[in-house]
C-alpha cells in the first residue's frame, strides 16, 4: 500500500435515488455540516446518513450539477439547468415535470393591505 490511497463510499442506491427525487422536487437541499449524524433532519430523507446526502452532493457539485453554499456550518445546494437536466434523464421524468422552484407561483392578491390603508401616510390625509 502506498501511504496515500482513496477510500470510497458506498450509498445505497434506494438513498441516492430519494437523495436525488427529492432535490428534483425541491430545487434545493441543505444539510447540517455533521458528518456523524444518523439522520437527515428533513422528513423524506430522515431514515439516510446525514453524511450520504453530503457525499451525494459533493459528487453533483464536481459535476457542476448544483451550486452550493456553506454558512453557519451548513451546506446549501442549488439545481442548475445542466443538473435538472441530469435528474430527468437519470430519474426518468417528463419533460413538463419541474422542481417546485421553477414552477409558476399561484396567483397573489394585488394587495396585502386593505383599500383604505392606501390613501397614504396620516399626515397627508
Known sequence: FS???AIRMLIPKKNRIAILHYLFQEGVLFAKKDF???SHPIAELKDIPNL???KTMQSLRSRKFVKETFNWSHF???LTFDGLNYLREYLHLAENVVP????EAAE???S???ASSLRGPWWLL
Open 3 to 5: 501511504s496515500t490511497f
Open 36 to 38: 456523524w449524524a444518523t
Open 52 to 54: 450520504q446526502v453530503i
Open 76 to 78: 446549501y445546494w442549488y
Open 100 to 103: 417546485n422552484t421553477l414552477e
Open 108 to 110: 397573489r392578491p394585488s
Open 112 to 114: 396585502f393591505f386593505p
